[in-house]
């Protein structure tokens, strides 16, 4: 396995959020546990035991249950420590598994995944949400272009998201049934780049890959980079654009009480004949 992230970093950036200020900038996984919350309400099912991988954000029920909280930092919100590469979960024990902005630093997502369906009950349910692809992308391109520019060489400063159709193959890999993918760009804008960068590190959010740049970084670096972001990416009013997209994805343990798609061949009534069309064998031209 290929780690990417330096998982001691992760822990200490998101151990100092839970000792930062109450105006931590936790707006995006208040924003995403609210979705993910109103999402559940949808579905009439009781999920009597329910985990939350994850702790930064606001508290939050399921059917009037708080879930059990794993955190892989030190939080007073947190019922389990450890590591989201090893869940300590007792396989088919769990109906609901959620997880709001917490998973996309896993080194081993597709072993996450794994153990997270394994945990569930059959026709449990997994409902969750990462950061995607789009994420930060002016960011990055501002701080890649500033350093071409002061050095002419990059260094890696902003983590790499999955997109939506990895993150489906990762689903069906895992084994869920009736896997979902939907994703919300969510916009916010700042006065400078140095704004943004505090934002991201009050979240736990600042750079923690592996293969990141140890030494000083020249604060003209960032001096430059904000000079392109407010030229590129600057609103009507002066103040520049961040983009955080959110992929949210859902899939049940199988169960022989779910829908099944037909086998091919199966069909009683043809196409055509619902079109008012008519139909042509393979190489057929129309007349």
Not at 11 to 25: D, E, G, I, L, M
Not at 56 to 77: A, E, M, Q, W
Request: net charge neutral.
């Amino acid at each position: 396995m290929i780690r990417i992230f330096d998982d001691t970093q992760l822990v200490r950036q998101q151990s100092r959020t839970f000792n930062a200020p109450s105006k931590s900038p936790y707006f995006l996984f208040d924003w995403v546990i609210d979705q993910i919350t109103d999402r559940l309400s949808l579905i009439k099912r009781d999920f009597s035991s329910c985990v939350r991988i994850g702790a930064r954000g606001k508290d939050y029920v399921i059917g009037g249950n708080k879930p059990l909280v794993i955190s892989h930092t030190f939080s007073s919100k947190a019922n389990v420590l450890c590591h989201f590469e090893f869940l300590p979960l007792k396989p088919m024990s769990i109906d609901l598994v959620t997880s709001a902005l917490e998973l996309h630093t896993v080194n081993d997502l597709p072993g996450c995944l794994l153990q997270i369906k394994n945990a569930l009950k059959p026709d449990g349910l997994f409902l969750s949400a990462m950061l995607g692809g789009e994420t930060l992308y002016e960011l990055r391109d501002c701080l890649t272009q500033a350093e071409l520019e002061l050095s002419g060489g990059v260094t890696p400063r902003v983590a790499p998201f999955a997109d939506k159709q990895q993150i489906g193959a990762l689903l069906q890999r895992a084994g869920f049934a009736l896997p979902v993918i939907d994703s919300d760009i969510i916009a916010v804008t700042y006065n400078t780049i140095f704004d943004l960068m505090k934002d991201l590190r009050h979240m736990g959010e600042g750079n923690a890959i592996l293969a990141r740049k140890k030494s000083f970084t020249a604060k003209s670096l960032f001096l430059r980079a904000g000079e392109i972001y407010a030229q590129k990416y600057a609103e009507s009013d002066g103040r520049i654009r961040a983009s955080f997209e959110i992929i949210f994805m859902s899939g049940w343990v199988p169960h022989e009480s779910q829908q099944k798609p037909l086998p091919p061949g199966s069909a009683q009534h043809r196409l055509s004949d619902a079109l008012g069309g008519t139909e042509m064998g393979t190489g057929e031209k129309p007349h």
